[in-house]
């Protein structure tokens, strides 16, 4: 087992990433910015900070 792998085994044991509902794993994957937001807010799940909404260029306001 090479050094990425113990550390992703770890973060899945703790909940911050899970792969997908048919059970793989895709480490080549390009994740979303709500996909990236989760796995933040599965590692520090103590963490409440309050600040003011960005405004994305790439997304709608809407």
Known sequence: ???AEQCIQGLTQQG????YPDQTFRPDNVITRA????MI????PNTSLERNAINFQDVSAS
């Open 1 to 3: 087992m090479n050094q």
């Open 35 to 38: 996909e990236y937001a989760a």
């Open 16 to 19: 911050v990433v899970s792969g």
């Open 41 to 44: 807010d599965q590692a520090f």
